[in-house]
């Protein structure tokens, strides 16, 4: 009779097992099912012109200067941001295949690359108000300006945009991990230091704010003390003006990293002046030069993480 008890006890909790095992693949299937539907869905969003649907799955996509956040999630663009042969160097190894379009988009070059989305930036980035004309080549969605602005905006924006809001979460949470043992690196190694960010373009110097481009992830992520010249600043503006090479000194920074391209005419006029030569970050052998420029002078993800590698090669040797 115990037996008998124990048998029917036992088969009880298998059937009660196999149920339950059912019910959860089962509830599996369903939640892959719902997710693929998910993405084959068209998606109507608010953007800076209204209401826009953007279509489920778009294979070809423009999105000028927005190639950052399209790469970092995993998208590789129809054609990619040009001013002649001049492209973001920073992002062509994984872009060097892909065709140029000019930056002011162009609608014959447009419709040549036969987009199924076209993103811009912002509003202004639209040239001779043409939004109409570039809504029957294919739907358009159009950044708002504070969001384009800020490259986590923005990139959290794109994962809406093309159904991969994971994808952005998970991009961001291993920035964040990234700069966060490269701030403690650095800390361990500078200590307290100051640093600034001139960028040399032709035969003029320009010093970066503290909230612009790659002053971002120098000041804000990795937590660089700002020389007193660069806090008093202010906040970036539209209008950026030249700093006068007699002014230099005035910063005052233990370090400076020198952003160009090679063969600028400014690299030989601080080669050439006593003024620069006699900065303290030059004579201790605290510049550091930079000769791709185009990750420290834009907003990006991407940008961003080669950034924060330059410094922290450039600052624990």
């Known amino acids: 009779m115990l037996k008998k008890r124990l048998y029917i006890s036992f088969s009880l909790l298998l059937m009660l097992f196999l149920i339950t095992a059912c019910s959860n693949s089962n509830s599996d299937k369903t939640d892959e099912s719902t997710k693929t539907e998910n993405k084959n869905v068209e998606v109507k969003l608010t953007d800076a012109m209204g209401e826009v649907t953007i279509p489920a799955n778009p294979k070809r996509i ?5 190639e950052d956040s399209l790469v970092a999630l995993g998208v590789k663009p129809a054609a990619q941001w040009s001013i002649g042969d001049t492209v973001l160097d920073y992002l062509q190894p994984e872009l060097k295949d892909v ?25 202004s980035a639209i040239q001779k108000g043409q939004y109409e004309e570039y809504k029957k080549v294919a739907p358009t969605y159009v950044f708002k300006d504070e969001v ?14 093309l159904n991969k809001q994971k994808e952005a979460k998970d991009a961001l949470a291993k920035y964040d991990t990234k700069v966060s043992d490269a701030k403690t690196k650095i800390h361990d190694s500078i200590g307290d230091e100051t640093a600034a960010i001139i960028w040399v373009m032709a035969d003029k110097f320009y010093l970066m704010e503290n909230n612009r481009f790659s002053a971002n992830v120098l ?9 007193a010249f660069v806090e008093n600043l202010g ?7 030249p700093i006068a090479l007699e ?3 005035e910063i005052k920074a233990d370090h400076i990293f020198l952003v160009s391209k090679k063969g600028e005419t400014g690299l030989d006029i601080l080669a050439k002046s006593s003024i620069w030569n006699g900065l303290d970050a030059v004579k201790n052998g605290h510049v550091y030069e930079i000769n791709d420029p185009t990750n420290w002078t834009i907003n990006g993800l991407i940008a961003s993480e080669k950034t924060a590698d330059e410094v922290v090669k450039a600052l624990t040797k």
Do not use: C, H
Request: aromatic share 10%.
């Open 219 to 227: 000041y804000k992520d990795l937590g660089i003390k700002q020389p």
């Open 62 to 66: 423009i999105a000028p200067y927005l």
């Open 247 to 249: 002014k230099l000194p």
């Open 235 to 241: 906040p970036a503006s539209v209008q950026w003006d």
């Open 148 to 161: 384009s602005a800020d490259w986590r905006k923005q990139l959290t924006q794109m994962g809406e945009i």
């Open 99 to 123: 065709p140029k379009i000019s930056w002011d988009l162009p609608l014959e070059q447009t419709i040549s690359n036969t987009p199924d989305l076209i993103i811009f930036s912002s509003p």
